[in-house]
Protein backbone atom coordinates (compact mmCIF):
# COMPACT_ATOMS: atom_id res chain seq x y z
CA UNK A 1 0.00 0.00 0.00
CA UNK A 2 0.93 3.71 -1.04
CA UNK A 3 1.32 5.22 2.76
CA UNK A 4 3.07 8.70 0.99
CA UNK A 5 0.79 11.37 2.36
CA UNK A 6 -0.22 12.85 -0.87
CA UNK A 7 0.41 16.77 -1.31
CA UNK A 8 -2.59 18.60 0.07
CA UNK A 9 -1.98 22.66 0.38
CA UNK A 10 -3.02 22.69 4.25
CA UNK A 11 -0.10 20.56 4.53
CA UNK A 12 1.80 22.19 2.76
CA UNK A 13 1.38 25.55 4.63
CA UNK A 14 1.46 23.85 8.17
CA UNK A 15 4.83 25.54 10.03
CA UNK A 16 7.68 23.87 11.51
CA UNK A 17 6.00 23.74 15.10
CA UNK A 18 3.79 21.73 14.32
CA UNK A 19 5.65 19.49 11.59
CA UNK A 20 7.57 18.14 14.70
CA UNK A 21 4.32 16.02 15.54
CA UNK A 22 3.36 14.54 12.72
CA UNK A 23 5.05 10.90 12.49
CA UNK A 24 5.12 8.11 9.60
CA UNK A 25 1.61 5.91 9.54
CA UNK A 26 3.83 2.60 8.83
CA UNK A 27 0.09 1.23 7.72
CA UNK A 28 2.42 -2.39 7.57
CA UNK A 29 2.33 -2.22 11.45
CA UNK A 30 -0.78 -3.13 11.79
CA UNK A 31 -1.32 -6.64 12.79
CA UNK A 32 -4.44 -8.69 11.83
CA UNK A 33 -5.40 -8.34 15.05
CA UNK A 34 -5.40 -4.61 14.69
CA UNK A 35 -7.54 -5.38 11.61
CA UNK A 36 -10.26 -7.26 13.40
CA UNK A 37 -10.86 -4.98 16.54
CA UNK A 38 -11.13 -2.02 13.53
CA UNK A 39 -13.80 -4.54 11.94
CA UNK A 40 -15.40 -5.16 15.02
CA UNK A 41 -15.64 -1.70 16.63
CA UNK A 42 -16.75 -0.23 13.48
CA UNK A 43 -19.42 -2.67 12.71
CA UNK A 44 -20.79 -2.41 16.04
CA UNK A 45 -20.84 1.25 15.79
CA UNK A 46 -22.36 1.74 12.55
CA UNK A 47 -25.18 -0.97 13.69
CA UNK A 48 -25.55 0.85 16.63
CA UNK A 49 -25.22 4.65 15.79
CA UNK A 50 -27.52 4.31 12.90
CA UNK A 51 -30.40 5.36 15.65
CA UNK A 52 -28.67 7.31 17.79
CA UNK A 53 -26.53 9.67 15.93
CA UNK A 54 -26.54 12.91 14.23
CA UNK A 55 -27.74 12.10 10.96
CA UNK A 56 -24.21 13.51 10.05
CA UNK A 57 -22.32 10.55 11.19
CA UNK A 58 -23.58 7.59 8.72
CA UNK A 59 -22.81 10.43 5.41
CA UNK A 60 -19.83 11.65 7.06
CA UNK A 61 -18.39 7.61 6.73
CA UNK A 62 -18.66 7.60 3.43
CA UNK A 63 -17.68 10.95 2.55
CA UNK A 64 -14.46 10.54 4.21
CA UNK A 65 -13.55 7.34 3.28
CA UNK A 66 -13.96 5.22 6.53
CA UNK A 67 -14.18 1.94 5.69
CA UNK A 68 -16.08 -0.86 7.91
CA UNK A 69 -13.49 -3.22 6.96
CA UNK A 70 -9.88 -2.15 7.19
CA UNK A 71 -8.02 0.45 9.27
CA UNK A 72 -7.89 3.91 7.54
CA UNK A 73 -4.45 5.23 5.69
CA UNK A 74 -3.55 8.35 5.89
CA UNK A 75 -3.16 8.58 1.86
CA UNK A 76 -6.84 7.75 1.58
CA UNK A 77 -8.06 10.00 4.00
CA UNK A 78 -6.08 13.22 2.82
CA UNK A 79 -7.06 12.32 -0.70
CA UNK A 80 -10.71 12.47 -0.10
CA UNK A 81 -10.65 14.92 3.06
CA UNK A 82 -9.09 17.41 0.43
CA UNK A 83 -12.33 16.99 -1.07
CA UNK A 84 -13.97 18.89 1.75
CA UNK A 85 -11.18 21.26 2.79
CA UNK A 86 -9.49 19.34 5.40
CA UNK A 87 -6.08 16.95 6.05
CA UNK A 88 -4.61 14.79 8.15
CA UNK A 89 -1.77 13.91 9.89
CA UNK A 90 -0.60 11.00 12.00
CA UNK A 91 0.96 12.14 15.73
CA UNK A 92 1.99 10.01 18.68
CA UNK A 93 -0.76 10.01 21.18
CA UNK A 94 -1.56 13.04 22.83
CA UNK A 95 0.08 16.58 21.53
CA UNK A 96 0.39 19.92 23.45
CA UNK A 97 -3.07 21.49 24.04
CA UNK A 98 -2.08 24.56 22.05
CA UNK A 99 -0.68 22.22 19.38
CA UNK A 100 -3.77 20.60 18.74
CA UNK A 101 -5.53 23.35 18.85
CA UNK A 102 -3.10 25.25 16.10
CA UNK A 103 -3.85 21.91 13.78
CA UNK A 104 -7.58 22.28 14.06
CA UNK A 105 -7.01 26.24 13.09
CA UNK A 106 -5.19 24.57 10.18
CA UNK A 107 -8.14 22.48 9.15
CA UNK A 108 -6.12 19.54 9.84
CA UNK A 109 -7.09 16.47 11.90
CA UNK A 110 -4.70 15.05 14.28
CA UNK A 111 -4.77 11.44 14.44
CA UNK A 112 -3.59 9.17 16.35
CA UNK A 113 -2.51 6.42 14.78
CA UNK A 114 -1.94 3.85 17.07
CA UNK A 115 -5.07 1.07 17.63
CA UNK A 116 -6.23 0.08 21.11
CA UNK A 117 -5.95 -3.08 22.67
CA UNK A 118 -8.46 -6.04 22.03
CA UNK A 119 -8.36 -5.59 26.16
CA UNK A 120 -9.93 -2.17 25.63
CA UNK A 121 -11.74 -2.56 23.08
CA UNK A 122 -14.90 -0.86 24.51
CA UNK A 123 -13.10 2.39 25.78
CA UNK A 124 -9.53 3.26 26.34
CA UNK A 125 -8.25 7.11 27.63
CA UNK A 126 -5.54 6.96 25.28
CA UNK A 127 -6.24 8.83 21.27
CA UNK A 128 -6.32 6.17 18.93
CA UNK A 129 -7.15 5.90 15.33
CA UNK A 130 -10.62 4.32 16.07
CA UNK A 131 -11.24 7.51 17.99
CA UNK A 132 -10.11 10.28 15.77
CA UNK A 133 -10.70 8.11 12.38
CA UNK A 134 -13.79 6.95 12.99
CA UNK A 135 -14.86 9.83 15.42
CA UNK A 136 -13.91 12.63 14.68
CA UNK A 137 -13.38 12.39 10.72
CA UNK A 138 -16.95 11.41 9.36
CA UNK A 139 -18.67 14.40 11.61
CA UNK A 140 -16.20 17.33 10.04
CA UNK A 141 -18.05 16.10 6.49
CA UNK A 142 -20.93 18.69 7.81
CA UNK A 143 -20.30 22.02 6.83
CA UNK A 144 -21.35 24.03 10.09
CA UNK A 145 -19.63 21.67 12.34
CA UNK A 146 -16.54 22.05 10.15
CA UNK A 147 -16.27 25.13 11.18
CA UNK A 148 -16.86 25.11 14.31
CA UNK A 149 -13.92 22.63 14.83
CA UNK A 150 -11.88 25.04 12.47
CA UNK A 151 -12.67 28.14 14.48
CA UNK A 152 -12.29 26.46 18.01
CA UNK A 153 -9.22 25.54 17.03
CA UNK A 154 -7.95 29.14 16.34
CA UNK A 155 -9.62 30.12 19.48
CA UNK A 156 -8.07 27.49 21.65
CA UNK A 157 -4.59 27.74 20.04
CA UNK A 158 -4.57 31.60 21.85
CA UNK A 159 -5.93 29.98 25.35
CA UNK A 160 -3.08 30.73 28.02
CA UNK A 161 -2.09 28.11 30.15
CA UNK A 162 -0.65 27.40 33.36
CA UNK A 163 1.91 25.32 35.29
CA UNK A 164 -0.69 22.98 36.28
CA UNK A 165 -2.22 22.68 32.89
CA UNK A 166 1.50 21.14 31.61
CA UNK A 167 1.51 18.78 34.77
CA UNK A 168 -1.74 17.33 33.80
CA UNK A 169 -0.98 17.19 30.37
CA UNK A 170 2.09 14.73 31.26
CA UNK A 171 0.14 13.25 33.13
CA UNK A 172 -2.99 11.99 31.10
CA UNK A 173 -0.32 11.49 28.38
CA UNK A 174 1.90 9.09 30.49
CA UNK A 175 -1.59 6.93 31.72
CA UNK A 176 -3.10 6.54 28.63
CA UNK A 177 0.36 5.16 27.29
CA UNK A 178 0.88 2.84 29.84
CA UNK A 179 -2.63 2.03 29.94
CA UNK A 180 -2.44 0.58 26.36
CA UNK A 181 1.12 -0.87 26.48
CA UNK A 182 1.54 -4.42 26.36
CA UNK A 183 3.36 -5.65 29.33
CA UNK A 184 2.17 -3.10 32.05
CA UNK A 185 1.93 -3.65 35.34
CA UNK A 186 -0.69 -3.20 37.40
CA UNK A 187 2.16 -0.93 39.94
CA UNK A 188 2.56 0.96 36.54
CA UNK A 189 -0.94 1.67 35.87
CA UNK A 190 -2.10 2.49 39.57
CA UNK A 191 1.00 4.96 40.08
CA UNK A 192 -0.09 6.49 36.72
CA UNK A 193 -3.59 6.55 37.77
CA UNK A 194 -2.77 7.94 41.11
CA UNK A 195 -1.12 11.20 39.07
CA UNK A 196 -3.70 12.14 37.47
CA UNK A 197 -6.18 11.70 40.50
CA UNK A 198 -4.19 13.29 42.68
CA UNK A 199 -3.84 16.79 40.03
CA UNK A 200 -7.38 16.54 39.13
CA UNK A 201 -8.32 16.72 43.15
CA UNK A 202 -6.09 19.79 42.94
CA UNK A 203 -8.10 22.81 43.70
CA UNK A 204 -6.92 25.33 41.52
CA UNK A 205 -7.88 27.67 39.50
CA UNK A 206 -9.17 26.97 36.19
CA UNK A 207 -6.86 28.35 33.38
CA UNK A 208 -8.16 29.96 29.82
CA UNK A 209 -6.71 26.50 28.46
CA UNK A 210 -8.27 24.29 31.41
CA UNK A 211 -12.10 26.00 30.48
CA UNK A 212 -11.05 25.58 26.58
CA UNK A 213 -10.56 21.92 27.27
CA UNK A 214 -13.62 21.49 28.84
CA UNK A 215 -15.58 23.00 26.02
CA UNK A 216 -13.49 21.04 23.96
CA UNK A 217 -14.51 17.46 25.98
CA UNK A 218 -18.65 18.46 26.28
CA UNK A 219 -18.58 19.27 22.59
CA UNK A 220 -16.02 17.59 20.62
CA UNK A 221 -15.39 14.70 22.13
CA UNK A 222 -18.72 14.01 24.61
CA UNK A 223 -21.75 16.01 22.38
CA UNK A 224 -24.91 15.35 21.78
CA UNK A 225 -26.85 17.38 19.39
CA UNK A 226 -31.53 17.84 19.41
CA UNK A 227 -33.26 18.56 22.45
CA UNK A 228 -32.43 16.87 26.51
CA UNK A 229 -35.69 14.56 25.81
CA UNK A 230 -34.29 13.38 22.61
CA UNK A 231 -30.61 13.77 22.22
CA UNK A 232 -28.55 12.51 19.37
CA UNK A 233 -24.84 11.83 19.40
CA UNK A 234 -21.93 13.96 17.61
CA UNK A 235 -18.87 13.89 20.16
CA UNK A 236 -16.02 11.54 18.94
CA UNK A 237 -15.90 10.42 22.39
CA UNK A 238 -18.97 8.86 22.05
CA UNK A 239 -18.92 8.00 18.75
CA UNK A 240 -15.92 5.89 18.71
CA UNK A 241 -17.04 3.79 22.36
CA UNK A 242 -19.01 0.95 22.17
CA UNK A 243 -19.78 1.01 25.74
CA UNK A 244 -20.44 4.30 26.13
CA UNK A 245 -22.47 4.67 23.38
CA UNK A 246 -24.81 3.07 24.63
CA UNK A 247 -24.65 3.80 28.33
CA UNK A 248 -25.10 7.62 27.65
CA UNK A 249 -28.52 7.21 26.21
CA UNK A 250 -29.87 5.80 29.33
CA UNK A 251 -31.45 8.01 32.45
CA UNK A 252 -28.43 7.46 33.83
CA UNK A 253 -26.95 10.14 32.56
CA UNK A 254 -27.93 13.57 33.11
CA UNK A 255 -28.84 15.70 29.95
CA UNK A 256 -28.21 19.16 30.48
CA UNK A 257 -28.75 22.62 28.14
CA UNK A 258 -25.32 23.27 26.71
CA UNK A 259 -24.46 26.54 27.54
CA UNK A 260 -20.93 28.64 28.46
CA UNK A 261 -21.79 27.23 32.07
CA UNK A 262 -19.99 23.63 31.04
CA UNK A 263 -16.38 25.59 30.53
CA UNK A 264 -16.41 24.92 34.31
CA UNK A 265 -17.57 21.15 34.39
CA UNK A 266 -14.37 19.56 34.35
CA UNK A 267 -14.23 15.71 33.65
CA UNK A 268 -12.49 12.40 34.46
CA UNK A 269 -10.74 10.28 31.61
CA UNK A 270 -10.51 7.43 33.34
CA UNK A 271 -14.56 7.02 34.05
CA UNK A 272 -17.80 7.37 32.22
CA UNK A 273 -19.61 10.92 32.18
CA UNK A 274 -22.11 11.22 34.67
CA UNK A 275 -23.63 14.45 32.73
CA UNK A 276 -23.75 14.86 29.22
CA UNK A 277 -24.43 18.40 27.60
CA UNK A 278 -26.74 19.17 24.46
CA UNK A 279 -26.75 21.73 21.99
CA UNK A 280 -29.69 22.54 19.90
CA UNK A 281 -27.85 22.83 16.54
CA UNK A 282 -24.31 23.07 15.55
CA UNK A 283 -24.55 27.14 14.75
CA UNK A 284 -25.13 27.51 18.73
CA UNK A 285 -21.89 25.87 19.08
CA UNK A 286 -20.47 28.90 17.76
CA UNK A 287 -22.47 31.20 19.34
CA UNK A 288 -21.23 29.49 22.71
CA UNK A 289 -18.00 29.88 21.75
CA UNK A 290 -17.90 33.27 20.52
CA UNK A 291 -19.18 34.29 24.17
CA UNK A 292 -16.43 32.34 25.62
CA UNK A 293 -14.24 34.07 24.13
CA UNK A 294 -15.33 37.77 24.96
CA UNK A 295 -13.94 36.41 28.36
CA UNK A 296 -10.68 35.71 27.51
CA UNK A 297 -6.93 37.62 27.70
CA UNK A 298 -6.90 37.23 23.92
CA UNK A 299 -9.85 40.05 23.86
CA UNK A 300 -9.62 41.34 27.09
CA UNK A 301 -5.70 42.19 27.53
CA UNK A 302 -4.84 44.57 30.73
CA UNK A 303 -2.90 43.51 33.94
CA UNK A 304 -5.04 40.08 33.71
CA UNK A 305 -4.14 38.78 30.89
CA UNK A 306 -0.24 39.44 31.45
CA UNK A 307 -0.46 38.06 34.79
CA UNK A 308 -1.61 35.04 33.27
CA UNK A 309 1.20 34.78 30.72
CA UNK A 310 3.51 35.15 33.53
CA UNK A 311 1.83 32.87 35.48
CA UNK A 312 2.10 30.15 32.31
CA UNK A 313 5.83 30.20 32.06
CA UNK A 314 5.93 29.83 28.22
CA UNK A 315 6.27 31.90 24.80
CA UNK A 316 3.18 34.27 24.96
CA UNK A 317 2.07 37.92 23.25
CA UNK A 318 1.05 40.95 24.02
CA UNK A 319 -0.47 42.95 21.82
CA UNK A 320 -0.53 47.08 22.46
CA UNK A 321 -2.86 49.82 21.19
CA UNK A 322 -0.72 50.78 18.73
CA UNK A 323 -0.51 47.06 17.18
CA UNK A 324 2.92 46.19 18.76
CA UNK A 325 3.16 42.85 19.18
CA UNK A 326 5.50 41.57 21.78
CA UNK A 327 6.34 37.77 22.11
CA UNK A 328 8.29 35.86 24.53
CA UNK A 329 8.29 34.22 28.01
CA UNK A 330 7.06 37.36 30.59
CA UNK A 331 7.91 37.21 33.93
CA UNK A 332 7.59 40.67 35.29
CA UNK A 333 5.25 43.97 35.55
CA UNK A 334 4.37 47.12 37.34
CA UNK A 335 0.95 48.26 38.03
CA UNK A 336 -0.50 52.25 39.08
CA UNK A 337 -2.97 52.03 41.52
CA UNK A 338 -5.61 52.05 38.69
CA UNK A 339 -4.68 48.60 37.72
CA UNK A 340 -3.41 49.83 34.63
CA UNK A 341 0.41 47.98 33.68
CA UNK A 342 2.56 50.59 33.30
CA UNK A 343 5.98 48.79 32.44
CA UNK A 344 6.77 44.67 31.44
CA UNK A 345 9.75 42.32 30.97
CA UNK A 346 10.64 39.55 28.93
CA UNK A 347 13.40 36.77 29.61
CA UNK A 348 14.93 34.93 27.34
CA UNK A 349 14.49 34.87 23.46
CA UNK A 350 12.36 37.96 22.26
CA UNK A 351 10.50 38.87 19.19
CA UNK A 352 8.32 42.33 17.65
CA UNK A 353 5.70 42.24 15.73
CA UNK A 354 3.23 44.04 13.75
CA UNK A 355 -0.18 42.53 12.25
CA UNK A 356 1.24 39.01 12.95
CA UNK A 357 4.94 40.09 11.15
CA UNK A 358 7.87 39.89 12.25
CA UNK A 359 9.59 43.41 12.43
CA UNK A 360 12.97 43.39 10.76
CA UNK A 361 15.91 43.29 12.57
CA UNK A 362 13.78 42.68 15.81
CA UNK A 363 13.56 39.01 16.02
CA UNK A 364 15.26 36.63 18.27
CA UNK A 365 18.59 37.47 17.16
CA UNK A 366 18.61 41.08 18.26
CA UNK A 367 16.43 40.49 21.47
CA UNK A 368 17.98 36.82 22.79
CA UNK A 369 18.25 38.03 26.49
CA UNK A 370 14.24 39.41 26.60
CA UNK A 371 13.12 43.12 26.20
CA UNK A 372 11.14 45.55 28.35
CA UNK A 373 9.85 48.62 28.12
CA UNK A 374 7.51 51.49 30.44
CA UNK A 375 3.92 51.76 29.04
CA UNK A 376 1.04 54.50 29.01
CA UNK A 377 0.48 58.26 29.25
CA UNK A 378 3.69 61.11 29.55
CA UNK A 379 3.48 63.26 32.64
CA UNK A 380 1.80 66.97 31.88
CA UNK A 381 1.16 65.79 28.50
CA UNK A 382 -1.68 65.04 26.73
CA UNK A 383 -0.91 63.47 23.95
CA UNK A 384 0.18 60.26 24.05
CA UNK A 385 3.64 60.07 21.74
CA UNK A 386 1.85 57.23 18.93
CA UNK A 387 -0.40 59.91 18.37
CA UNK A 388 2.53 62.90 17.47
CA UNK A 389 2.85 64.36 14.77
CA UNK A 390 5.77 64.90 13.06
CA UNK A 391 5.70 68.79 14.24
CA UNK A 392 4.31 67.57 17.53
CA UNK A 393 7.30 65.20 18.01
CA UNK A 394 9.57 68.13 17.27
CA UNK A 395 7.54 70.41 19.65
CA UNK A 396 8.67 67.94 22.34
CA UNK A 397 11.78 67.16 21.41
CA UNK A 398 11.04 63.76 20.34
CA UNK A 399 13.96 64.20 17.63
CA UNK A 400 16.53 61.81 16.16
CA UNK A 401 19.71 62.57 16.97
CA UNK A 402 18.53 64.32 19.77
CA UNK A 403 19.17 63.59 23.63
CA UNK A 404 15.97 63.47 25.71
CA UNK A 405 14.42 63.14 29.11
CA UNK A 406 10.79 62.37 29.91
CA UNK A 407 8.56 60.68 32.47
CA UNK A 408 5.62 58.89 32.58
CA UNK A 409 2.40 59.36 34.71
CA UNK A 410 3.26 56.43 36.38
CA UNK A 411 6.54 57.81 37.61
CA UNK A 412 9.12 55.98 35.28
CA UNK A 413 11.69 57.94 34.13
CA UNK A 414 13.46 57.66 30.83
CA UNK A 415 17.08 59.37 29.78
CA UNK A 416 18.54 58.68 26.37
CA UNK A 417 19.78 59.78 22.99
CA UNK A 418 16.95 59.24 20.42
CA UNK A 419 18.32 57.67 17.44
CA UNK A 420 14.86 56.46 15.42
CA UNK A 421 11.42 55.45 15.40
CA UNK A 422 9.45 52.54 13.61
CA UNK A 423 5.92 53.20 12.41
CA UNK A 424 2.96 51.46 11.90
CA UNK A 425 1.01 51.02 8.43
CA UNK A 426 -0.57 53.85 9.76
CA UNK A 427 1.90 56.34 10.68
CA UNK A 428 1.98 55.52 14.23
CA UNK A 429 4.83 55.50 15.87
CA UNK A 430 5.40 51.91 17.48
CA UNK A 431 8.85 51.80 18.29
CA UNK A 432 11.29 54.24 18.98
CA UNK A 433 15.39 53.41 19.81
CA UNK A 434 17.71 55.05 21.85
CA UNK A 435 21.42 54.67 23.02
CA UNK A 436 23.11 55.38 26.31
CA UNK A 437 19.90 55.02 27.46
CA UNK A 438 18.90 54.95 31.38
CA UNK A 439 15.32 54.17 33.18
CA UNK A 440 14.12 54.13 36.62
CA UNK A 441 11.27 53.59 38.59
CA UNK A 442 11.10 55.35 42.45
CA UNK A 443 14.21 54.03 43.70
CA UNK A 444 14.83 51.00 41.05
CA UNK A 445 17.10 51.23 37.59
CA UNK A 446 15.06 49.10 34.95
CA UNK A 447 17.67 49.47 32.42
CA UNK A 448 21.39 51.04 32.23
CA UNK A 449 22.77 52.42 29.44
CA UNK A 450 25.61 49.06 29.50
CA UNK A 451 22.60 46.78 28.51
CA UNK A 452 23.22 48.68 25.16
CA UNK A 453 20.33 49.89 22.46
CA UNK A 454 16.95 50.51 24.02
CA UNK A 455 13.66 50.21 21.81
CA UNK A 456 10.91 51.41 23.98
CA UNK A 457 7.55 50.07 23.18
CA UNK A 458 4.71 52.54 22.11
CA UNK A 459 1.14 52.18 23.62
CA UNK A 460 -1.09 53.44 26.36
CA UNK A 461 -2.05 49.85 27.31
CA UNK A 462 -2.49 45.98 26.52
CA UNK A 463 -5.19 45.16 24.64
CA UNK A 464 -4.98 41.19 23.81
CA UNK A 465 -2.45 38.63 25.72
CA UNK A 466 -2.20 34.94 24.53
CA UNK A 467 -0.45 31.99 24.36
CA UNK A 468 2.17 31.51 21.54
CA UNK A 469 4.13 34.05 18.97
CA UNK A 470 2.89 36.59 16.76
CA UNK A 471 4.80 35.07 14.00
CA UNK A 472 5.41 31.70 14.45
CA UNK A 473 8.53 31.91 12.39
CA UNK A 474 9.93 33.96 15.19
CA UNK A 475 10.69 30.93 16.95
CA UNK A 476 11.77 27.50 16.46
CA UNK A 477 9.70 25.38 18.31
CA UNK A 478 6.94 27.31 20.50
CA UNK A 479 5.68 23.70 21.47
CA UNK A 480 8.03 21.20 23.10
CA UNK A 481 7.50 17.58 22.61
CA UNK A 482 7.02 15.36 25.93
CA UNK A 483 9.89 13.39 27.22
CA UNK A 484 7.38 10.11 27.71
CA UNK A 485 7.18 8.63 24.27
CA UNK A 486 5.04 5.72 23.39
CA UNK A 487 6.05 2.20 24.69
CA UNK A 488 7.04 -0.52 21.93
CA UNK A 489 6.91 -4.18 23.98
CA UNK A 490 8.69 -6.91 21.38
CA UNK A 491 6.01 -9.16 21.03
CA UNK A 492 6.40 -12.93 22.34
CA UNK A 493 6.00 -16.36 20.16
CA UNK A 494 2.74 -16.72 21.39
CA UNK A 495 1.77 -13.42 20.73
CA UNK A 496 2.98 -14.35 17.43
CA UNK A 497 1.67 -17.35 16.86
CA UNK A 498 -2.01 -15.70 17.68
CA UNK A 499 -0.96 -12.92 15.31
CA UNK A 500 -0.77 -15.57 12.48
CA UNK A 501 -4.12 -16.90 13.02
CA UNK A 502 -6.11 -13.95 12.81
CA UNK A 503 -3.75 -13.09 9.91
CA UNK A 504 -5.16 -16.32 8.18
CA UNK A 505 -8.82 -15.87 9.26
CA UNK A 506 -8.57 -12.40 7.43
CA UNK A 507 -7.05 -14.21 4.10
CA UNK A 508 -10.24 -16.11 4.28
CA UNK A 509 -12.32 -12.62 4.35
CA UNK A 510 -10.33 -11.26 2.06
CA UNK A 511 -10.43 -14.28 -0.09
CA UNK A 512 -6.36 -14.55 -0.57
CA UNK A 513 -7.16 -18.04 0.17
CA UNK A 514 -5.19 -20.09 2.51
CA UNK A 515 -4.25 -24.50 2.59
CA UNK A 516 -5.61 -24.40 6.50
CA UNK A 517 -9.23 -25.13 7.16
CA UNK A 518 -11.37 -23.05 9.50
CA UNK A 519 -11.60 -26.47 11.85
CA UNK A 520 -7.89 -26.42 12.02
CA UNK A 521 -8.12 -22.79 12.85
CA UNK A 522 -10.61 -23.33 15.44
CA UNK A 523 -8.89 -26.15 16.75
CA UNK A 524 -5.61 -24.39 17.19
CA UNK A 525 -7.13 -21.77 18.85
CA UNK A 526 -9.04 -23.49 21.24
CA UNK A 527 -6.31 -25.38 22.69
CA UNK A 528 -3.38 -22.83 22.35
CA UNK A 529 -4.83 -18.94 22.91
CA UNK A 530 -8.39 -20.24 24.85
CA UNK A 531 -8.96 -17.06 26.10
CA UNK A 532 -9.34 -14.98 22.75
CA UNK A 533 -12.72 -14.37 22.00
CA UNK A 534 -12.79 -11.82 19.14
CA UNK A 535 -11.12 -14.23 16.76
CA UNK A 536 -14.34 -16.97 17.72
CA UNK A 537 -16.16 -14.49 16.41
CA UNK A 538 -14.74 -13.78 13.15
CA UNK A 539 -14.77 -17.49 12.55
CA UNK A 540 -18.11 -17.97 13.38
CA UNK A 541 -18.84 -15.36 10.88
CA UNK A 542 -16.88 -17.13 7.84
CA UNK A 543 -18.55 -20.87 9.26
CA UNK A 544 -21.88 -19.51 8.03
CA UNK A 545 -22.53 -22.31 5.59
CA UNK A 546 -21.18 -25.06 7.60
CA UNK A 547 -23.33 -25.89 10.29
CA UNK A 548 -21.34 -28.02 12.35
CA UNK A 549 -18.04 -25.79 12.73
CA UNK A 550 -19.90 -23.45 13.31
CA UNK A 551 -22.40 -24.74 16.13
CA UNK A 552 -19.09 -25.98 17.55
CA UNK A 553 -18.04 -22.20 17.54
CA UNK A 554 -20.96 -21.12 19.06
CA UNK A 555 -21.05 -23.88 22.12
CA UNK A 556 -17.44 -21.98 22.78
CA UNK A 557 -18.47 -18.44 22.78
CA UNK A 558 -21.59 -19.43 24.69
CA UNK A 559 -18.91 -21.02 27.60
CA UNK A 560 -17.04 -18.36 27.28
CA UNK A 561 -19.36 -15.94 28.69
CA UNK A 562 -20.38 -18.15 31.90
CA UNK A 563 -16.72 -18.25 32.25
CA UNK A 564 -15.72 -14.69 31.48
CA UNK A 565 -18.97 -11.95 32.56
CA UNK A 566 -16.50 -9.67 31.63
CA UNK A 567 -16.64 -10.21 28.14
CA UNK A 568 -20.24 -11.77 28.25
CA UNK A 569 -21.63 -8.51 26.19
CA UNK A 570 -18.98 -8.02 23.74
CA UNK A 571 -19.73 -11.76 22.83
CA UNK A 572 -23.54 -11.10 22.74
CA UNK A 573 -22.89 -8.08 20.52
CA UNK A 574 -20.48 -10.18 18.19
CA UNK A 575 -22.70 -12.91 17.62
CA UNK A 576 -25.93 -10.57 17.27
CA UNK A 577 -23.49 -9.16 14.96
CA UNK A 578 -23.23 -12.16 12.78
CA UNK A 579 -26.68 -13.20 12.80
Known sequence: ???????????????????????????????????????YVMRKSVSYLTTVAHDSYLDGLQKTGISIDAIPSMYGMNRILKAIGWA?????????????????????????????????????????????????????????????????????????????????????????????????SETEIEAAEARVNELQAKKVELSEMAMIRNL????????????????????????????????CMTDKVKKLPYSVDAAYQEFDITKPQPQLYVTPDFSYLMQVLEEFASTMALRKGGFRGLRKLIASKKIGTIELSTGLQVSGVFTEMIMNEDNEVVFFRTEGPTALSNREKELIGHGVTMHPHGFSSPLGKLKGINLAIEDMSPRDLKAYSFYDGERIAFEY???????????????????????????????????????KPEYGTFDLALGKKIVSAYAGAADYNSFDFMHFKSETLTVQVPKSKKDQDLERLYSLVRDFRTEKGTSISLEIIFETLTKQHPQDWLLLIELYELANNQTEIQRQILQRLQTMQIERPEIAQLIKDGVDLVE
Not at 424 to 445: A, E, P, S, W
Request: a negative charge; one cysteine or more; glycine letters at 6%.
Open 1 to 39: MNQNIETNPLLDKLPPHLQQYIKPQNYDDYTAINQAVWR
Open 216 to 247: HWWTVEYGMIGTVEDPKIYGAGLLSSIGESKW
Open 409 to 447: ESGIKVEGLNVTGIRNIYGKLILIQFTDCTITYKDRVLF
Open 88 to 184: AVAVDGFIPPNAFMEFQAYKVLVIASDIRQLEHISYTPAPDIIHEAAGHAPIIANPDYAEYLRRFGEVGAKAILSSHDNDMYEAVRKLSIVKEAVGS
